[in-house]
C-alpha cells in the first residue's frame, strides 16, 4: 500500500469522524444548525434520526480506520468501505445536497484510485 493511499483513506476516515460529531453530537446546536441549514425546530424534530444516522458515519469511519491498521492485506475491505462512501455521497447528493457528492464522495474516489494504483 502506498503512503498516499493511506493518507487518502485516513482522510476519508476523519471526514465521516467528523459528520458522526455533527450528527451525534451538533445536530441542534449552532454549528450543527449552520452546517446543515436547518431551522431549530428541524433540528429538534430530527434529532433522534441523526443520531442513528451518525452512528452509520461512524461505522464507515471504524471501518476504514480498521483497513489502515491491517495494512495491505485488506485492500479488498478498504475497497469495499470506500465504495460505501462514494454510494452513500451519491445517495446524500441525489435526495440532500449536491455538496455531498464533493465532501464526501470524491475523497473517497481519489483514495479508491490510489489503492488501485498502489496494487
Not at 450528527?23 to 444548525?33: A, I, Q, S, T, V
Not at 485488506?74 to 475497497?79: E, K, N
Not at 451519491?90 to 440532500?96: D, L, N, P, S, V
Amino acid at each position: 500500500m502506498s503512503l498516499a493511499a493511506d493518507i487518502a483513506t485516513g482522510l476519508v476516515a476523519l471526514i465521516h469522524v467528523y459528520i458522526l460529531v455533527l450528527e451525534m453530537f451538533l445536530w441542534d446546536k449552532p454549528r450543527g444548525l449552520r452546517v446543515f441549514g436547518m431551522s431549530a425546530q428541524v433540528a429538534a424534530a430530527s434529532k433522534v434520526l441523526a443520531k442513528n444516522q451518525g452512528l452509520y458515519n461512524g461505522f464507515l469511519a471504524a471501518g476504514l480506520a480498521w483497513t489502515l491498521w491491517l495494512g495491505p492485506s485488506a485492500d479488498a475491505v478498504r475497497l469495499l468501505f470506500l465504495d460505501f462512501v462514494v454510494l452513500a455521497g451519491i445517495y446524500g447528493a441525489a435526495t440532500a445536497t449536491r455538496r455531498i457528492l464533493y465532501v464526501q464522495a470524491l475523497p473517497a474516489v481519489v483514495a479508491i484510485v490510489l489503492v488501485m494504483l498502489a496494487r
